[in-house]
C-alpha cells in the first residue's frame, strides 16, 4: 500500500521536501532572471496554477518552462517523462525523467517525483517543489521582474484573509477530490466527499453576490480554486467518484469558472484532452495499480466553456477582466 494511504484508508497527500523559500535573505533561493526552469504537466492542477500565475504576471521570460507527457511512462515506478521533447530529453536539462532530476538533487531520495519542479539549471537540482507556496513567491519576492502593470495576485492587506481561504480550498477541495478518489475506504471516502460537497456549496453562495472569491478582483485564491473546478467534470466526478454534483449544476460556480477561463492567463494555458487522457490512463498512487485496457471518455460536452459568463453585473467595474492592482 502507499506510503500516502493512513490505516484507515483516508489519503494523505506527501509533503514537499524542497521548501527553501525565494528571497534575498541569507539561505534562501536568489531571485535571477534565467536561473530556474519550472517543470509542469498539464493535468496536474498543482503545477497549472504556478503556470497561470507566471504567465499573469509576465514570468515567462525570466523562468524557463518545462513540460512533461501527461501520460506516466511505463516505468516501475511513479514518474514523469520529458517524452514530448525532441529525443525525449528535456532541451535545457538533458533528462529523460523527472526522477533522474529528483535523485540527481538527493540520491536517497523515495517519494513520488512530483511537478511543480522548480530546478537549478546551473546544477540540475530541484531547489523548490512546494506547490502551496510557489505562487506566493511568484506574487511577492519576484516581483522585481513582474512585467510593467503587473497585477497585484497577493495584495498585502488582504493576505491573511487570502491564506485562510486557501487553507480551506486545498484541504477541502483542491486536495479533496484526491481524498475521494485515493480513499480505500468506505467511511474515509464518503468523509471526504460529504467535506467536498459542503465546500462547493459554501463558495456557490459565496459567488452568488460577487464576481470573485475577494470582490471584484482575481487574487490567489481564485487561481487555487479555479484550477479544480476546470478537471471537476472532465475528471474527478467520475475518475474519483466526486459526483454528487457536477460544476455545470452550480450556477455561480459554473458562471465564476467559465469567467476566469475567458481570462488571459487561464483558459489558454487549460488542456482538457491532456487532462482526460491523464487521469483516465495515469492517476495512481503505485506502479503496480493494474493496467487494463482502458477507455477515455468521450464525453462531457465541453462547448459551455465557450459560452459568456456574464457575471460583469456582479462588479463594480464594466471592465471584462478583472486583476487587482492591474492598470
Not at 94 to 118: F, H, K, Q, W
Request: aromatic share 14%; proline share 6%.
Amino acid at each position: 500500500m502507499s506510503k500516502e494511504i493512513k490505516s484507515d484508508g483516508s489519503f494523505s497527500r506527501q509533503k514537499a521536501l524542497f521548501s527553501i523559500p525565494f528571497g534575498s535573505n541569507p539561505g534562501e533561493l536568489p531571485i535571477e532572471k534565467d536561473r530556474y526552469r519550472l517543470i509542469w504537466a498539464k493535468p496536474c492542477p498543482w503545477s497549472h496554477r504556478a503556470v497561470i500565475v507566471r504567465k499573469i504576471l509576465g514570468l515567462e521570460d525570466v523562468i524557463s518552462l518545462g513540460e512533461v507527457d501527461p501520460i506516466r511512462p511505463d516505468v516501475p515506478r511513479i514518474d514523469w517523462a520529458f517524452s514530448l521533447d525532441k529525443n525525449e530529453v528535456d532541451p535545457v536539462l538533458g533528462m529523460t525523467y523527472l526522477s533522474e532530476i529528483y535523485l540527481s538533487t538527493d540520491p536517497n531520495y523515495e517519494g513520488r517525483s512530483t511537478v511543480p519542479a522548480v530546478v537549478d539549471i546551473k546544477n540540475k537540482k530541484v531547489v523548490h517543489n512546494d506547490y502551496f507556496t510557489l505562487t506566493n513567491y511568484f506574487e511577492t519576492v519576484w516581483s522585481p521582474f513582474h512585467k510593467e502593470n503587473a497585477p497585484d495576485l497577493y495584495p498585502e492587506n488582504l493576505r491573511s484573509e487570502i491564506d485562510a481561504l486557501n487553507d480551506k480550498i486545498y484541504s477541502d477541495v483542491n486536495n479533496g477530490v484526491y481524498k475521494c478518489g485515493f480513499s480505500r475506504s468506505q467511511d474515509a471516502y464518503e468523509d471526504a466527499y460529504d467535506t467536498l460537497f459542503e465546500r462547493l456549496d459554501e463558495l456557490e453562495e459565496r459567488l452568488s453576490n460577487q464576481r470573485f472569491l475577494f470582490g471584484d478582483f482575481i487574487t490567489d485564491a481564485d487561481v487555487r480554486l479555479y484550477v479544480t473546478l476546470a478537471r471537476f467534470d472532465v475528471a474527478y466526478y467520475s475518475a474519483f467518484q466526486a459526483n454528487k454534483y457536477r460544476l455545470i449544476d452550480y450556477p455561480n460556480l459554473w458562471g465564476y469558472a467559465r469567467d476566469l477561463y475567458h481570462t488571459p492567463g487561464f483558459g489558454d494555458t487549460t488542456d482538457f484532452e491532456a487532462i482526460k487522457r491523464h487521469y483516465y490512463t495515469s492517476a495512481r498512487l503505485s506502479p503496480d495499480s493494474k493496467k487494463e485496457d482502458i477507455i477515455i471518455p468521450k464525453g462531457p460536452d465541453l462547448s459551455g466553456w465557450d459560452e459568456p459568463a456574464e457575471r460583469e453585473y456582479l462588479s463594480k467595474s464594466t471592465e471584462k477582466f478583472l486583476i487587482h492592482g492591474e492598470k
